[in-house]
C-alpha cells in the first residue's frame, strides 16, 4: 500500500511553508498581504492616515486657509521641535517604559543653551555640545537608577520632571527670561533657512533611490538566505510612489517658502532612528525587549544595556527638541519645555501608533503623530478657537488611539500574531 507523502511546492521558500507567511507575489499578492494583515489586527500606519485626512477635510472646509501653502509651511516649522522630542519617546515605548520627564529635560537644555550663548559667549558647536552632553548624561543616570535599583522608569521620570524644572528656573535666574540675538545661527537655523527650490527636489529623488537600494539589496540578501522577498517591480513601485507623493507636496510647499532645513534635521533624525531599529542588532534587541524581556535576556541580549541606551536616546532627543524649541523662539524662559510639550510630546508617539504595550511601533510613529496633533493646533487657531478646544480634540484623538491599539492587539492575539 503506497502512502502518500505531503512536500512543500519547491517554488515555496523555506519560511513560507507556515499558512501565516503564503508567497504573496506581485501587485495582487501584495495587496493580499495587506488584506491578510489588517484583519489580523496588523493595522500599520493606516488608522493615523485615515485619521489625518478626515482632521484635514474638516479643517479645510472650516477654513480654505488651513491647506494653503504658507500654512502647511508653518505647521512643518512648529512640528520638529516637539517632534524630535517624540522620537525619543517611541524608542523608550518600544520597551514598554516611559519618560515623563522631556518637557523639563527640553526646557532646561533651552535654559543651557541661552546662558551659555548669550550670558558666556561660548561658540554654537560647544553649545550645541554641551546640551547633546547634558541629554546623554541624564538618561544614562536614568538607566543606572531603572537597572540597578528597580525603580520604576514612572517614578525616575517624575522626579526628574520636577528636578530639572527647578534646575531650569534656577539657571534662569531671577529675571527668568534670556533672549538669543536673531544674529545668533541657532536663530536663524531655526526661523530663516529654508533648503533651496533645487536642491530639495535633488532630495526628494535622493530619498527615491535610496528607497530603491535598500529594498533591492535587502530583498536580494533574503532572497539568497532561501527566505520570501519583495519582487524588483514592488522594489520599483515602491521608488516611484514615493517620488511622486514627496515631488508634488514639495512643488505645493515651494509655492510658499518651502521646506526649513529644521524639518529636514527631523526627517533626517527619523530615518537615523528607523534605520537603527529596523536593520541593526541593537533595533532588533529594542524590539524584543519591548516583547518580553525575560526571553530577550534567555536569548543572550543585555537587557540592562538596551534599558539604558533607549533612556539615553530619548534624554538626548529632547535636550535637542529644547535646543531647537528655544532657538525657534530666540528666547529660553520660565514657560520653555512646560505647558503641553510633555504632553505633546507622548501624545505624538502613542498617536502616530507605537504601542503602550512595548515592541510594536517606528520611528515614523512621531512625524504622523505630531503632524496630526499640530494640525489639530493650527485648525483650530485659525479657527480663533481658544486652547481648551485644543486640548478636548487632541484627548479625544489621543483616546480614539490607544483604544485602536488595545483593540489591534487582542486581534493580533487571537490570530496568533502578538
Known amino acids: 500500500m503506497k502512502t502518500k507523502t505531503q512536500t512543500a511546492p519547491a517554488s515555496l521558500a523555506m519560511d513560507l511553508q507556515d499558512e501565516r507567511l503564503q508567497d504573496r507575489t506581485g501587485l495582487k499578492g501584495q495587496f493580499q498581504a495587506f488584506l491578510d494583515r489588517t484583519r489580523s489586527g496588523d493595522l500599520g500606519v493606516l488608522p493615523v492616515i485615515g485619521g489625518l485626512i478626515v482632521i484635514w477635510a474638516v479643517l479645510q472646509a472650516l477654513n480654505p486657509i488651513f491647506l494653503s501653502p504658507a500654512n502647511l509651511v508653518n505647521l512643518t516649522m512648529e512640528s520638529s521641535a516637539v517632534g524630535i522630542i517624540a522620537l525619543g519617546i517611541v524608542s523608550v515605548l518600544l520597551v514598554a517604559q516611559i519618560d515623563l520627564s522631556v518637557g523639563s ?19 554654537v558647536w560647544l553649545v550645541i555640545l554641551a546640551t547633546v552632553a547634558l541629554g546623554a548624561g541624564t538618561g544614562w543616570i536614568y538607566g543606572q537608577i531603572f537597572n540597578r535599583f528597580g525603580v520604576p522608569s514612572f517614578v525616575i521620570t517624575l522626579a526628574g520632571l520636577l528636578g530639572f524644572l527647578g534646575l531650569q528656573l534656577y539657571i534662569l535666574g531671577a529675571k527668568g527670561s534670556i533672549n538669543l540675538p536673531f544674529v545668533s545661527p541657532l536663530v536663524y537655523f531655526a526661523q530663516l533657512a529654508f533648503v533651496p527650490i533645487w536642491l530639495s527636489y535633488v532630495l526628494v529623488a535622493a530619498a527615491a533611490a535610496g528607497l530603491f537600494a535598500t529594498d533591492y539589496f535587502h530583498s536580494r540578501a533574503r532572497r539568497i538566505a532561501g527566505l520570501s522577498a519583495m519582487s524588483l517591480q514592488n522594489v520599483a513601485l515602491r521608488a516611484i510612489l514615493l517620488l511622486v507623493v514627496l515631488g508634488v507636496a514639495l512643488s505645493y510647499l515651494n509655492q510658499s517658502r518651502g521646506v526649513g532645513w529644521m524639518f529636514i534635521l527631523f ?16 533595533g532588533r534587541s529594542v524590539y524584543a525587549v519591548g516583547g518580553n524581556p525575560e526571553a530577550a535576556r534567555r536569548a543572550g541580549i543585555n537587557v540592562k544595556a538596551i534599558y539604558t541606551s533607549v533612556f539615553i536616546t530619548c534624554s538626548t532627543l529632547a535636550a535637542i527638541g529644547g535646543l531647537l524649541g528655544a532657538a525657534r523662539l530666540a528666547a529660553a524662559n520660565q514657560g520653555s519645555g512646560t505647558g503641553d510639550v510633555n504632553l505633546n510630546a507622548i501624545a505624538a508617539a502613542v498617536i502616530g501608533g507605537t504601542s503602550l504595550f512595548g515592541g510594536r511601533g517606528s520611528a515614523f510613529a512621531a512625524i504622523l503623530g505630531i503632524i496630526v496633533i499640530q494640525s489639530i493646533s493650527s485648525g483650530l487657531t485659525l479657527l480663533n478657537l481658544d486652547s481648551s478646544f485644543r486640548f478636548m480634540v487632541t484627548g479625544v484623538v489621543l483616546l480614539l488611539a490607544v483604544t485602536l491599539d488595545s483593540v489591534s492587539r487582542r486581534s493580533r492575539s487571537a490570530h496568533g500574531r502578538a
Request: overall charge positive; charged content about 10%.
Open 105 to 123: 529635560v527640553s526646557g532646561l537644555a533651552a535654559a543651557v543653551v541661552a546662558v551659555t550663548s548669550v550670558n558666556m559667549g561660548w561658540p
Open 267 to 282: 526627517i533626517a533624525l527619523t530615518l537615523i532612528l528607523n534605520y537603527l531599529l529596523k536593520r541593526t542588532k541593537w
